[in-house]
């Protein structure tokens, strides 16, 4: 493989479910080799579709995209070869052992005798697993069988590894430990990681690039710092005592916005009651700011400054807060009556 062209290259990928379920509206992705990228989006932004396309689990209505050099269409058994997958349920078999699921795998992709053997005490011991190697996998707390899910998505040496919601459902120290994890597997030579995630937080730790997905198609991608750096100065969040009416909206839009150093007033919720304001220097603005709140009756909950976070990156690139996107998205979910979705 030409080791320039793209690990994993997407083109206008669209894919609609039965009941006229938009899951993909056009997903373009591009992923150079040796990189983690990570597909940051709210639940049901696309992103496991996305993993299930490039995997070759599931076709798109239209679109094209390779992984590794292949097309995932015309030679769909070429990319699995060249591909690791760490589904966002698990694959194990939770009455085998973690030895008998790697063992088991191994011989899948054709590995046998005493390279099948150091392989997988290789991946036991890597993901420390070694001791809990003969116990059958239903015992797994849910970290050990995660770290057991990436040890099989890498028995056969994959040159990219997709990891579809890694830490979902952890506990925090587990979550952490899978952190580490996932950056040492970063490191080896050549790997290429796609990883998807809700966490904005495990995005910006992780991955060297971020597309931010939301409904179906990436709004903005770039490097974490890069896209932070984009949103000149602080970001200020108001939440009011009271929800605002449309007309109040505007009024404060002018009255908010003509504060020294203020660049931007955004109204980040649907019932008006939350405010996002950008200003070069965010405590020396917020005094004003209050002035102007005060003088138009309207009384303030609370008052936050902050440095950009990428929450104020999805703000500004989906038009709406991230925590509502997630609500949104849990809902469509529910009334889709779709299972399996998150866990
Ligand atoms: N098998 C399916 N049948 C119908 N709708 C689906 C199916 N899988 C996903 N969807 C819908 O497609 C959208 C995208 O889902 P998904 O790719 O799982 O998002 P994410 O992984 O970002 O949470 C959601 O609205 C979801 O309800
Ligand atoms: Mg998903």
């Not at 938009?22 to 993993?51: R, Y």
């Not at 005798?113 to 001791?131: P, T, W, Y």
């Not at 239903?138 to 770290?147: A, H, I, L, P, T």
Request: glycine residues 14%.
């Amino acid at each position: 493989m030409n080791t320039r062209a793209p690990a994993v290259e997407a083109r206008q990928l669209i894919k609609t479910y039965p009941g006229d379920v938009t899951a993909l509206s056009g997903m373009d992705i591009t992923v150079e080799p040796g990189t983690v990228f990570g597909l940051l989006g709210p639940n049901g932004a696309g992103k496991s579709t996305t993993v299930k396309i490039l995997t070759t689990l599931a076709r798109p209505d239209s679109g094209t995209a390779t992984v590794a050099g292949h097309d995932v269409l015309r030679h769909p058994d070429r990319v699995r070869r060249a591909i690791g997958v760490v589904a966002q349920s698990s694959g194990a078999d939770p009455v085998a052992t973690g030895r008998e699921n790697l063992r088991l795998q191994g011989r899948l992709h054709g590995l046998k005798g005493a390279g099948l053997s150091r392989r997988v005490a290789e991946l036991l011991d890597r993901f420390k697993l070694a001791d809990a190697a003969g116990r059958q996998v239903k015992g797994y707390s849910g970290g050990m069988r995660r770290r057991l899910d990436v040890a099989l998505g890498l028995v056969h040496r994959p040159e990219v590894l997709f990891l579809d919601e890694p830490t979902t459902g952890l506990d925090p120290e587990a979550r952490t430990a899978m952190w580490d994890e996932i950056a040492r597997l970063a490191g080896d030579e050549g790997l290429t990681i796609l990883l998807t995630t809700h966490y904005l937080e495990e995005a910006d730790r992780l991955a060297e690039r971020i597309a931010i997905v939301d409904r179906g198609r990436v709004v903005v991608e770039g490097t974490p710092d890069g896209l932070k750096g984009e949103l000149r100065g602080d970001a200020i969040h108001l939440e009011l005592r009271e929800a605002v009416g449309q007309a109040g909206r505007t009024l404060l839009k002018g009255s908010l916005g003509g504060v020294p150093g203020v660049h931007e007033v955004l109204f980040d919720d649907a019932q008006g009651r939350r405010v996002s304001v950008r200003a070069d220097d965010g405590a020396a603005a917020m005094p004003a700011l209050l002035g102007a709140l005060e003088r138009a009756g309207v009384g303030v909950a609370a008052a936050t400054v902050a440095r950009p976070s990428l929450d104020d990156v999805y703000l500004r690139h989906a038009g709406r807060r991230y925590s509502e996107a997630e609500a949104e998205g849990a809902d469509s979910l529910a009334l889709a009556g779709a299972t399996g979705g998150t866990r």
